[in-house]
């Protein structure tokens, strides 16, 4: 007779590997406190809420507070300055930055990328075990505290 212990087996699917390192971001060669550590989700909201609100305060003073427009000017500052400098406003005021895996600037294309996949909202609850969305997997960065 086949019990409910003989069925956990499978039931549960195939076994993993443990993928996650000791603290988010060893994978990656990350720092596991301090500068060059993976930035955490506090900064992270406050980072997008600052950047969010400056686009809006921009929208709403030059184009009556279009939505479409906010967005716009979203994706306008964040691959602007986080192409050029490696972070925004927001990101500046939490105290983290954008930069590829290995530690290199972020660049237009790769930062492109991962802002329009940010944009799609999903992509940023699509975590790995080091806590990075698909949008920065995608263009191969992460978010690392300054």
């Excluded at 979203?74 to 930055?97: D, F, H, M, N, P």
């Excluded at 944009?119 to 191969?140: E, K, N, Q």
Aim: charged letters at 15%; glycine letters at 14%.
């Amino acid at each position: 007779m086949v019990t409910r212990r003989d069925m956990a087996g499978w039931v549960g699917g195939t076994p993993r590997p443990d993928t996650a390192g000791r603290w988010p971001g060893e994978r990656l060669g990350l720092a596991e406190s301090g500068p060059t550590s993976m930035a955490g989700w506090g900064r992270r909201v406050l980072a997008v809420v600052i950047d969010w609100f400056i686009a809006l305060f921009i929208s709403n003073v030059f184009f009556e507070g279009h939505p479409l427009v906010t967005l716009g000017v979203y994706v306008l500052v964040q691959v602007v300055l986080v192409s050029l400098l490696g972070t925004t406003v927001g990101k500046r005021v939490a105290g983290i930055q954008v930069v590829r895996v290995g530690g290199a600037m972020a660049g237009p294309v790769k930062t492109l990328i991962r802002t329009g996949l940010w944009c799609l909202v999903v992509t940023p609850f699509m975590i790995d075990a080091d806590g990075r969305g698909l949008h920065d997997r995608a263009a191969g960065t992460v978010l690392i505290r300054m």
